[in-house]
């Protein structure tokens, strides 16, 4: 089950929400050259019937669009009013990255490598440890968004660790293509809701500087199935139901360009493919040279690379090696 903080009164960031309030308040982190004050909406719908505290959070890399765009369509689509308990959503974190089509704060930091952060520290860490200290410790669970970087298409899946087998469990209530058993790294999100004791999924679908309405549906069915099974999802929501299970791997590996050239991709993402398939070709400009990419192993493909362009040693293909149940 998860933990459920019932207190009538909510507050963030100095101001109390009670219940059944819907309530947008603007977290002021810094601002601009300009003198213009950077603000984060942090949106909060509370029902009148206490319960969990549910926390969806995305952008924390500014590029990561599909995030923001789930999230997004949660709030548009009022899912995000819950039956009971509370829900605080949170489009974009790093508004910086956001407004430069960037994945880093102006400081050149990765914000999902800098947690739980520092009171004197850099931009980031400092934002890391205001974000830590006033507006993560009302949450009881945490839904966070992401994509593949660059031009590296993730599948759908979650990321969750392995030695969590509750997370294990509700990440296959989530119900995506594929969950990845990945251990946290220092300086995450995913790390410093564990050290706070709250717990956390992390979507990953699409890729950086992209929108795609395929990922998004995955995304926004599979929160809608997790508030379903916290009983927090309004009867007027219908979820589809899937007849697949998620798929479970335990291992994968990166297969990298062998030349550089023009990349043809020629399989979908998180096809089954066989050892020795042909997955792409790699080409030179001037109809000379041609290499054929083949699967190193039978397995699925969670992620494509999809530059037009390649050089020898870029990663190209990501493919399972090892599943788990």
Request: contains cysteine; glycine residues 8%.
């Amino acid at each position: 089950m998860i933990r459920e903080k019932e207190k009538d009164l909510l507050s963030i960031l100095g101001e109390e929400i009670p219940l059944g309030t819907s309530k947008t308040i603007n977290f002021n982190i810094a601002k601009l050259y300009t003198s213009t004050k950077v603000e984060i909406p942090i949106i909060i719908e509370r029902s009148k019937q206490p319960g969990p505290t549910v926390l969806i959070t995305a952008g924390i890399h500014g590029d990561e669009i599909n995030g923001v765009e789930v999230v997004r369509q949660i709030i548009s689509k009022k899912i995000n009013k819950p039956a009971k308990g509370t829900i605080i959503c949170i489009p974009v974190l790093n508004v910086f990255g956001f407004l430069s089509m960037n994945r880093f704060f102006p400081d050149g930091r990765d914000l999902n490598r800098v947690f739980p952060g520092t009171k004197n520290g850099s931009l980031a860490s400092r934002f890391a440890h205001q974000f830590v200290t006033e507006i993560l410790p009302v949450a009881d669970f945490c839904l966070d968004f992401h994509t593949g970087g660059a031009s590296r298409f993730n599948a759908p899946h979650i990321r969750v660790d392995p030695e969590n087998e509750k997370l294990v469990a509700l990440a296959k209530v989530f119900n995506t293509s594929f969950i990845l058993l990945s251990k946290k790294l220092d300086g995450s999100f995913r790390a410093a809701c564990a050290k706070k004791g709250v717990d956390i999924l992390l979507f990953e679908g699409g890729k950086s500087q992209n929108s795609n309405r395929d990922i998004a549906v995955e995304g926004v069915l599979g929160t809608m199935r997790i508030l379903n099974h916290m009983e927090m999802l309004k009867p007027v929501f219908t979820v589809p139901s899937k007849t697949e299970s998620s798929i479970v791997i335990k291992k994968s590996s990166w297969m990298r360009a062998k030349y550089s050239g023009l990349l043809h991709i020629k399989i979908p993402i998180g096809k089954y493919v066989e050892k020795g398939e042909i997955l792409a070709t790699i080409t030179d400009p001037y109809g000379k040279m041609r290499h054929v990419v083949k699967a190193t192993n039978t397995g699925y493909i969670i992620n494509v690379n999809e530059a037009p362009i390649v050089y020898k040693g870029d990663a190209i293909f990501r493919i399972t090696t090892q599943l788990g149940s």
